[in-house]
């Protein structure tokens, strides 16, 4: 499965653990484009963004600011390569 977010505005997003906006494990495409994702907390890592293994996280022409991870990585943005038992695929910011 495929999740497209195109000219979406994600604002004052909060997650307990693992991002804020998104968190996308195993095998699909995320695809984030024309958006706006600010100010976005998670209390682990990936603020804004958590992607653990997926083909492909691609982002393109969106902005980001003041987002905050409280314990692990990626304030704004965290990728894992295996760990969801996905391939491991690409990242991509245009």
């Not at 804004?48 to 902005?63: K, M, P, V, W």
Request: aromatic share 8%; proline share 2%; net charge negative.
């Amino acid at each position: 499965m495929a999740v497209h977010n195109t000219g979406c505005g994600f604002a004052q997003n909060c997650a307990f653990a693992k991002g804020g906006a998104s968190y996308a494990i195993g095998s699909s495409d995320v695809i984030i484009s024309d958006s706006t994702i600010s100010p976005i907390h998670a209390g682990g890592s990936g603020g804004a963004i958590y992607d653990d293994a997926t083909y492909q996280l691609l982002i393109s022409g969106s902005s980001f600011s003041d987002n905050t991870a409280s314990s692990g990585s990626g304030g704004t943005i965290y990728c894992a390569t295996s760990s969801g038992g996905g391939p491991g695929g690409a990242f991509t910011l245009k």
